[in-house]
C-alpha cells in the first residue's frame, strides 16, 4: 500500500480526494473521461464523496466509489500522477490558506412535529422533498403535493415507515386545492409553499407574456391560493405556520430575469401582509429566502444581457447548499421553535446576502 498521507474513503471529502497526491489524479481520470473536470465539482468540495451517489442521480454509483477507495489505497497513480496535482488543484500563491470546512450533518429532533399535520408542496424533489422528509421523519402527518405522482409515489416508498399522504396535481388548480385541504382535514398546522419554478433570466424588455405569467401562475398565484386554503383552518383553531419559499431573488436584483425576480418580490409582500393580518389570531406566516441550493432547478438563459449581467453576479455566490440545509431552515420556522418568529424573510443562503 502506498504512503500516502490521508486513508481516503467513502466518507472522505470531494475537496479532500481532490487535494490527495494519490486521490486527486484518479479523481480527474475519471472526470476527464466524462469530459469533465475538477472545477465542476468546486460547488460540492466539502461533501463526501460517497453523497455523490443521491446527486449524480445515477451516473456515479456505489461500485464506483468502492473502485476508487480501493485503488487509493492500493497506491495506484495514473498518468501525469501526483506532480500534477498541485498545479491543477487550486490557484497559486493564494491569499490565505486553504480551509476545509467540515460537511454539515443534519440532526433531527425526535417527535417535533408529533401530532401536527403539515402540507407541503413541491414534496417530490428538491427542496420540498427534503422538508416532507424531514416533518415525516420527526413524528409530523405529512400532506405531500407536487406535480408529478410518479415523484411523489418514490417519496411515499421512502417514507412508508412515517404518515404520508400524496396529493398529485397543479397548485393552480382550483381543484388540486380543494382535493389538499380534504387530504389535510380539519385540522392543518403547517403550510410550506415550496413549489415553484424559475424564469429564463430575461430582463423586462425581453420577457415574453408566456414566461411572466406561468412563472406569477405558480410562484405567486398558486402560493396565495394554498395559503387562502388553510388560513380559515388555522384561525378556527387559533394557531398555525406557514412558510413560505422566497429566494434571493426578493431580496437583490440581480439573482434572476425580471419575472422570476418580481414573482418573489411579491411573495415577500404577500408573506408580511398575512403576518401582520393574522400574527394576533396565533397565525405566524413567514418566508425562507434561500441562495444557491443543489435542487433539479436548472437556471437557462435566454437573453444574451441577462447571461452577462446575472453570471456576473453569480460569480460571487457561495457554494450551494444542499436541499436538506434548506429543510433545516424552514422545519424551524414551521415548528414551535419558531414561536416568536412572524413575518420574517430569513435568507438561507450561506451569506450570500451579507456581500
Not at 233 to 253: D, K, P, T
Amino acid at each position: 500500500m502506498a504512503n500516502n498521507a490521508t486513508q481516503l474513503t467513502g466518507d472522505s471529502s470531494i475537496g479532500t480526494w481532490l487535494d490527495d497526491p494519490i486521490g486527486g489524479p484518479i479523481m480527474r481520470e475519471l472526470l476527464a473521461e466524462a469530459g469533465q473536470d475538477a472545477g465542476v465539482l468546486k460547488p460540492v468540495r466539502r461533501l463526501a464523496i460517497k453523497r455523490l451517489i443521491k446527486l449524480s442521480k445515477g451516473q456515479f454509483s456505489e461500485a464506483m466509489v468502492a473502485d476508487l477507495v480501493a485503488r487509493a489505497a492500493s497506491g495506484e497513480v495514473p498518468a501525469g500522477g501526483a506532480s500534477s496535482v498541485a498545479a491543477q488543484a487550486a490557484p497559486a500563491a493564494p491569499s490565505r490558506p486553504a480551509v476545509e470546512v467540515p460537511e454539515w450533518v443534519e440532526k433531527t429532533t425526535p417527535g417535533r412535529f408529533k401530532g401536527k399535520t403539515v402540507i407541503v408542496t413541491g414534496a417530490g424533489s428538491g427542496i420540498g422533498r427534503a422538508t416532507a422528509s424531514r416533518v415525516a421523519r420527526e413524528g409530523g402527518r405529512v400532506i405531500a403535493v407536487d406535480i408529478s405522482k410518479e415523484r411523489l409515489d418514490e417519496f411515499a416508498k421512502e417514507q412508508k415507515k412515517s404518515d404520508v399522504t400524496s396529493v398529485a396535481g397543479d397548485i393552480t388548480s382550483d381543484a388540486t386545492i380543494a382535493a389538499i385541504v380534504k387530504a389535510a382535514g380539519k385540522k392543518i398546522d403547517g403550510l410550506a409553499n415550496v413549489a415553484g419554478i424559475m424564469d429564463n433570466m430575461t430582463p423586462v424588455h425581453e420577457v415574453s407574456d408566456d414566461v411572466w405569467q406561468r412563472v406569477f401562475r405558480i410562484n405567486v398565484d398558486g402560493t396565495m391560493k394554498l395559503m387562502r386554503a388553510v388560513v380559515p383552518s388555522m384561525l378556527a383553531q387559533a394557531s398555525g405556520s406557514i412558510v413560505n419559499i422566497a429566494s434571493e431573488a426578493a431580496l437583490r436584483g440581480s439573482a434572476a430575469g425580471a419575472a422570476y425576480t418580481a414573482s418573489k418580490h411579491a411573495v415577500a409582500g404577500l408573506t408580511k401582509s398575512s403576518a401582520f393580518m393574522y400574527g394576533p389570531s396565533g397565525i405566524r406566516v413567514n418566508a425562507v429566502a434561500p441562495g444557491p441550493t443543489i435542487t433539479n432547478i436548472e437556471a437557462t438563459f435566454a437573453s444574451e444581457l441577462g447571461s452577462e449581467r446575472v453570471q456576473l453576479a453569480m460569480s460571487v455566490m457561495p457554494d450551494p447548499a444542499e436541499a436538506e440545509a434548506l429543510a433545516a431552515s424552514i422545519t424551524f420556522l414551521l415548528s414551535d421553535d419558531g414561536v416568536n418568529v412572524n413575518g420574517v424573510i430569513l435568507p438561507s443562503d450561506g451569506g450570500w446576502s451579507a456581500a
